[in-house]
């Protein structure tokens, strides 16, 4: 969990005026849903359920759990809550929530 919350800390903080700072990013994403993607047990999920309150990197757990199909109701309504949360903003990230949530049919 220390690597993934390194990671969403380091996407961050991308200039996205810096090519290559995106390019990282990009990387780093990857990364994350890499991370995700390997957790193959409910035990293991709720860990990183945790992280939903974190900073940085609770939206990139809301949004990356959600999507896995392995996931239980239970923990896949706290992502949707997460993300709806953030869709509630009025910046570039409640917009990309928003769009994320109606994708998705929610």
């Known amino acids: 969990m220390d690597d993934f919350i390194e990671l969403s800390d380091l996407h961050a903080a991308t200039d996205y005026a810096d090519k290559n700072s995106v390019k990282n990013a ?3 994403a990857d990364k994350m849903s890499e991370i995700v993607s390997s ?6 999920v709720e860990k990183y359920l945790s992280l939903l309150t974190h900073p940085n990197a609770g939206s990139w757990v809301a949004f990356l759990l959600a999507d896995l199909s392995t996931i239980s ?3 896949k309504n706290l992502c949707i809550k997460k993300v709806k949360s953030i869709a509630d903003g009025d910046d ?9 949530l109606s994708e998705r049919g929610f």
Request: without cysteine.
């Open 73 to 75: 109701k239970k923990q």
């Open 39 to 44: 957790l193959n047990s409910s035990t293991e």
């Open 26 to 28: 990009n990387v780093v």
């Open 92 to 100: 570039v990230n409640s917009l990309g929530a928003q769009m994320w």
